[in-house]
């Protein structure tokens, strides 16, 4: 597998260290980047670090290199195989109001990459040489998992700012309706009035919640939203595009 220079680093300053300082630089990059407001809910997540061996007898952590459980708050980081993708995603999940919504969690595969994307968008912004890895190198520690969710959402903010999943993703106390419907209004604030629930229909029709969500996502954005969606310029944030919005007359 591919290591990046930074990796060494990171890993053996937090090994030496304190896994937690991992996890407060993640906090402090998420409040700086996405959401100020954002705190660990009860207290900060307990991190230990699990063998290969013991994360591969576990059917919920398998091939992950991580894991948050809500229910102990506690982070699981397997050894010789976590990176600071590891921890930024797994810091997400901690703070994020979703791990408590039943809906969100119907919506596992949606959800995770759209988390798997705000790590990237943070790695682009704080550790570029992460970043690289994570959207370029398949082989890297730091490599991109959910790809095709991650690059719906990559996609998605080609079109309306990251913020708009603020209400969605780091909103306390956790409601899905209203959730929803604060992500609906950001979303055609930012100028796509037609905007759908997509979340709520994508809930209705699980099997197929990638293709709904993807078809809603066209019929707003047209068709350079289904092509950023096959390509690594969907979640390539060092690459500016324009966001093209839609100005309404004035009623
Ligand atoms: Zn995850």
């Given at each position: 597998m591919f290591q990046c220079q930074f990796r060494d680093q990171y890993v053996r300053r937090l090994s030496t260290g304190s896994l937690n300082d991992g996890i407060n630089e993640a906090l402090g990059s998420i409040q700086t980047y996405?959401?100020?407001?954002?705190?660990?809910q009860t207290a900060p997540p307990i991190v230990r670090e699990i063998s290969q061996e013991t994360a591969i007898r576990d059917p919920t952590i398998g091939q992950s290199k991580g894991q948050y459980r809500s229910g102990t708050n506690e982070m699981v980081l397997v050894k010789d195989l976590w990176c600071v993708k590891t921890v930024i995603h797994e810091t997400l999940h901690a703070v994020s109001s979703t791990q408590q919504l039943e809906e969100a969690i119907q919506l596992k595969p949606l959800f995770e990459g759209l988390t798997e994307c705000l790590a990237g968008y943070l790695l682009y912004k704080k550790y570029p040489p992460s970043f690289n890895c994570w959207k370029?190198?398949?082989?890297?520690?730091c490599r991109m998992s959910y790809a095709p969710f991650c690059r719906l959402w990559g996609s998605f903010f080609r079109f309306v700012?990251?913020?708009?999943v603020i209400p969605l993703?780091?909103?306390?106390?956790?409601d899905w309706r209203r959730a929803c419907q604060r992500f609906v209004d950001a979303v055609r604030q930012?100028?796509?009035?037609?905007?759908?629930?997509v979340l709520g229909e994508a809930l209705s029709s699980t099997p197929s919640m990638y293709w709904i969500f993807r078809s809603k996502c066209r019929g707003v954005f047209g068709k350079r939203f289904t092509i950023f969606c096959g390509t690594s310029i969907a979640i390539d944030f060092s690459i500016k595009v324009n966001r093209k919005r839609i100005t309404y007359p004035k009623e």
């Open positions: 996405l959401c100020s407001s954002t705190q660990f370029d190198n398949p082989d890297s520690w700012p990251i913020k708009t993703y780091f909103e306390f106390p956790p930012s100028g796509y009035r037609d905007f759908p629930d």
